[in-house]
């Protein structure tokens, strides 16, 4: 991208807007275009400016920022972060936003709020550039009429959950499936997981996520899996037929106890700048499950989990990486290419079956190599 990002804020709050547009202006790589107060006045300046990345409140007046973003994402895509509240509502909006095509989310403060923008702004910055070079699809009419009443409840799946995928029979409860994803990384979680048969094996997932916001995450995932998902608790065996998400602010990683596997969440530092870090889980995996695990990396920025990604694989894993062009940022995928730990790099939409398919056929010998 030539010159400077051109972003456009907006939000009902004044304040909001002041705060926002004073800390993009800060910034030597992009600049604040114009502000708004509402999606209708809104939606005339983006025609007019043609905006390079949008941040737009989750909730405002006139119209719901959602129904806002289904109308944009469906006639004009582009690169949208959502300015969200840390409320249970604010996050069942924010995954109904991603679901969408919003690129990516910042929680806004609930108390505090000036002292609190500031405090994120790097936070916030950073996801306009993501956003500024994310490959950002048109929504089709389906999802995004399904998506923006709100009055249908959180738990409303957005589309029709595919056929129920057959049972994969005896399968070794000593096996794994180890997810991790960042910027992008809801929509793809659910692409591969709602394929998934109820007696598939334990799934373990960090998708870089703030605190308040997994939960969510995982009810949502649970209404239209025929898995059971939910968010990790310390302590917990790890079961077939279940998956199991990293609570955002926490670590999460694998231990074992005995025969069983057991989830540990704890409170450890940041890894990668990450917590969740998929490096933990990944590094956890290669040293507790080996030859069992089956290793992912989906879309997201940066490299965290590259690296443990190619222990696992030297400890006996099959690992799949989503592919450049059905990633939202080809970062993490990239970087785990680069160190050598992809077995099969593939497009999202066939990553489920490539791993059922491998699944189905799979015994406890080792994989050769490629």
């Known amino acids: 991208m030539s010159g400077k990002i051109r972003v456009i804020v907006v939000d ?7 705060l926002l547009s004073e800390i993009i202006n800060r910034q030597s790589d992009m600049e604040c275009i114009g502000t708004a107060n509402d999606p209708l006045i809104a939606r005339e300046m983006i025609r007019e400016k043609n905006p390079d990345v949008i941040t737009l409140d989750v909730e405002m007046p006139r119209m719901d920022g959602i129904d806002f973003l289904g109308r944009l994402m469906r006639l004009r895509p582009m690169p949208v972060v959502m300015i969200s509240t840390l409320t249970e509502r604010g996050a069942e909006v924010t995954m109904r936003a991603l679901e969408l095509g919003a690129v990516d989310f910042v929680a ?4 505090g709020l000036s002292s609190g923008l500031n405090e994120l702004a790097a936070q916030i910055v950073d996801k306009i550039r993501v ?3 994310a490959h950002v699809r048109r929504a089709p009419a389906r999802s995004a009429a399904a998506i923006v009443h709100p009055d249908a409840g959180a738990a409303t799946a957005p589309a029709p959950a595919p056929a129920a995928s057959a049972l994969l029979g005896r399968v070794s409860t000593e096996k794994v499936i180890c997810i991790g994803a960042s910027t992008g ?7 591969v997981l709602i394929h998934m048969p109820a007696d598939s094996p334990a799934i373990v997932i960090t998708q870089h996520m703030p605190p308040g916001f997994t939960t969510s ?3 949502r995932l649970n209404s239209l899996c025929q898995i059971t998902v939910k968010e990790a608790v310390n302590g917990e065996r790890i079961l077939p037929g279940h998956a199991y998400i990293a609570p955002g602010g926490r670590q999460f990683y694998l231990a074992r106890s005995g025969a069983n596997y057991v989830a540990v969440v704890d409170d450890s530092p940041p890894v990668n700048r990450h917590k969740p870090s998929v490096e933990v889980l990944f590094k956890s995996a290669a040293a507790v499950v080996g030859r069992n695990a089956y290793g992912i990396m989906l879309t997201g920025m940066g490299g965290d989990g590259a690296a443990a990604m190619r222990e696992m694989r030297d400890a006996g894993s099959y690992n799949y990486v989503q592919d450049e062009a059905s990633c939202i940022v080809f970062g993490m995928p990239r970087e785990a290419i680069a160190h050598g730990a992809a077995d099969e790099v593939l497009p999202l939409s066939q990553i489920a079956q490539a791993l059922i398919a491998r699944l189905r056929g799979s015994t406890d010998r080792l994989h050769h190599r490629i």
């Open 108 to 111: 806004k403060p609930r108390v």
């Open 185 to 191: 990384g809801t929509e793809a979680i659910r692409e």
């Open 131 to 133: 956003a500024a070079v």
């Open 12 to 18: 009902d709050s004044a304040l909001v807007r002041s």
């Open 217 to 219: 995450f995982a009810a």
